[in-house]
């Protein structure tokens, strides 16, 4: 995992993920860039349960999401890609 200004890119066989600005208050950003062509992709949003807060599905390559009202309290949540039914690393985001 790197982390620099906010920014976590952790890189796996499925691709990078990124999000900034983390921590965050209203909003944040959540960019990905997958590695090939697939079938079916989306982001998993998860609390530290593993609760399912919310999943987007992805129809792109590469692209950038925002997301903020999905996560209705402060806390610590994590952010998958999952391509082809594969979950890919996960990287932490932080609602103050």
Do not use: H
Request: negative net charge; hydrophobic residues 50%; proline residues 5%.
């Amino acid at each position: 995992v790197i982390v620099a200004n906010g920014i976590s890119e952790p890189s796996s066989s499925l691709g990078k993920l990124a999000a900034a600005p983390n921590p965050f208050s209203e909003a944040i950003w959540i960019g990905y860039e997958l590695e090939k062509p697939f079938e079916a992709a989306s982001l998993v949003v998860t609390d530290v349960l593993g609760q399912l807060v919310k999943s987007i599905p992805i129809d792109a390559l590469a692209g950038q999401l925002e997301m903020g009202s999905e996560l209705a309290s402060s806390g610590v949540y994590f952010v998958r890609m999952v391509v082809d039914g594969q979950a890919g690393k996960a990287i932490r985001v932080v609602k103050l």
